[in-house]
């Protein structure tokens, strides 16, 4: 089992930057895929961001090139950095984890999952 507790979340205006952060805890010595996802209000929750164990990042194409996921496995933390948010942003962001080297874009793929963590952007 793993763990995950996001955090650096809240209320930033348009153009400005957050970075949430997710620690993971439990069995986190086998190889995990790691991503982000986010859920705005009566939208289903959508891929945003992902990176492997191998470190390579996949992003949807509405954040490329604002948001940044990295990862520091010698801490078990996951970043998303988010630059020149936009009010299409708001929602709450979840932290999720997958067995396995790859990563993937869809929800079920993933096995753990955190709580989530609102981010809202004014304009």
């Known amino acids: 089992q793993v763990q995950l507790v996001e955090s650096g979340g809240g209320s930033v205006q348009a153009g400005g930057s957050l970075t949430l952060t997710c620690t993971a805890s439990?069995?986190?010595?086998?190889?995990?895929?790691m991503g982000w996802f986010r859920q705005a209000p009566g939208k289903e929750r959508e891929f945003v961001a992902a990176c492997s164990w191998v470190l390579t990042t996949y992003y949807t194409d509405s954040v490329k090139a604002r948001f940044f996921i990295s990862r520091d496995d010698t801490k078990n933390i996951l970043f998303l950095q988010m630059n020149s948010l936009k009010p299409e942003d708001t929602a709450v962001y979840y932290c999720?984890?997958?067995?396995?080297?790859?990563?993937?874009?869809?929800?079920?793929?993933?096995?753990?999952w955190g709580q989530g963590a609102q981010v809202t952007v004014s304009s």
């Open positions: 999720a984890a997958k067995r396995g080297y790859y990563s993937g874009s869809g929800d079920d793929e993933y096995d753990f």
């Open positions: 439990g069995h986190t010595s086998s190889p995990y895929a």
